[in-house]
């Protein structure tokens, strides 16, 4: 008989997502046609910008001739791709070489697919609460995991502990669900961490595009010891609306090494098996975000979300309630007032105000009590929900 995985009968039920969908239909069955102000949502909302467009329809056309038709890609990335995405580091400070970037189809599948260069009986640590993707994809591996747990008294944003040692560590910064960002003094000491413990970290940098604040790291690479400790998982999803159009890269230094082995050529070996490359239409359309202009009309939307989250964070500060997040993230994460769980909140803002966000305790024991709102909405819908929190909790 086949001997299937069976840590898939390990993982728990991913009821976060499903029992929002219950509870919303539920409502709507009860209040047909009653508009929800949707600030739950992971997924963005504006449209490409122009720019990418351009680049896609070109890249069409260029496949419609025989001398400018392109078959497989290669299999860590266009060269092209490569050499943009390595140049936009450099232009941050940040020196790598083009052969260290991988192009990837987003940072889902590269979070999920990177586990290959590990041991199965490595540990992973987890700062919790968390993207749920981390825990699941080393339960399905098999493999232990460590759980950091993250609160209030430390900003949502814990050193590294000697009671909490693993072989891969998880950081993800701007993170998803606290919007919390690490100061370049705290990741220093997470890469010292891993440094001594030869570890290595495995940071989600996502939301990089974010951070405002220019004192803040966007890279882990930003942080000296880091290339011979960390990998970093980008994503053009959030950065410029590629969520349906498939885009992320992935930095492997050369420097990292373990047990004589180079991650990065493990990682060329690895996309060689098991990948033939990205499409060359979507990989165009992602070095367009790159250019001068890709860049001012990338940020003209972020602009736009950072603008919703501002408007919950005003609402929120002039209600007295804390949060994390929102200035360099697009998540404002909340304390429940009235000591509400967070079950609890979710229930009264879709029942009394027709506020629908995502429950803290769906990210990690430890976000019980919290509340996470994102700013990829419409900003129509997003004043309209903080008028009504405010009118709610005043
Ligand atoms: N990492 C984090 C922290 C995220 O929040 C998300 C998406 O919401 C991803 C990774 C996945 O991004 P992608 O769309 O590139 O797969």
Known sequence: MTKPNMHYADLKDSYLFYNISQKIKAYLAEHEGTHLYRMGIGDVSRPLC?????????????????????????????????????????????????DEVFVSSGASDELGDILDL???????????????AYVDANIIAGRK?????????????PDPSEDAVADILYICSPNNPTGAVFSKAQLKNWVDFANAHESVILFDAAYEAFIEDDSLPRSIFEIEGAKTCAIEICSLSKTAGFTGTRLGYTVIPKDLVRNGMRFNDMWVRNRTTKTNGVSYIIQRGGAAVFTPEGRRQIMENIRYYKNNARIL?????????????????????MQCPNGLKSWELF??????????????????????????????????DTTEAARRIKELFK
């Open 313 to 333: 964070t005003d609402t929120l500060d002039e209600l007295g309630i804390w949060y994390t997040g929102g200035k360099n993230a697009p998540y404002v994460w």
């Open 118 to 132: 590990f041991d199965r009986e490595n540990s992973a640590l987890v700062i919790e609460p968390a993207y749920p």
């Open 347 to 380: 229930d009264l803002l879709l029942n009394k105000i027709q506020v629908v966000g995502t429950p803290g305790e769906g990210f990690g024991a430890c976000g019980e009590g919290y509340f996470r709102f994102s700013s990829f909405g419409s900003v129509e």
């Open 50 to 98: 122009d720019e990418v467009i351009k680049a896609l329809h070109g890249a069409v056309d260029d496949q419609a001739g025989a001398d400018t038709f392109h078959g497989y890609m290669p299999e860590p990335g266009a060269p092209f791709l490569r050499e943009t995405i390595a140049n936009y580091y450099r232009s941050r400070g940040i020196n790598l070489a083009d």
């Open 145 to 157: 995991i460590v759980h950091l747990p993250a609160g209030r008294e430390n900003g949502f944003l």
